[in-house]
């Protein structure tokens, strides 16, 4: 297993309906039933329905989204290429 990086990183999930990440460092993609969120340490995919990105701080690295949470996958290396938002915003 590849080592991974000693970046904090929290995920709390309530009542899968909320979602709150720490140690986010970029947003790949989104839509209503996927989240792909980029962290230190690798790619995070979040599966569920009606999702919504309620917050978004990549400069103190928070996310929160809503709705039916389904799954929190891991992947783990980090995704190649910037994201959604460095585009955008970098």
Known sequence: MPEMSSAAHNVIIEN???ISMSGVTDVGSFDEETLNIV????????????????????????????????????????VKGKGLFSKMFG
Do not use: F, H, M, W
């Open 16 to 18: 899968r309906k909320r």
């Open 39 to 78: 962290s230190a340490d690798g790619s995070i995919t979040v599966k569920g329905e009606n999702l919504q990105v309620t917050k978004l701080s990549l400069e103190s690295g928070e996310l929160c989204a809503e709705g039916e949470i389904n799954a929190v996958i891991y992947s783990a290396s980090p």
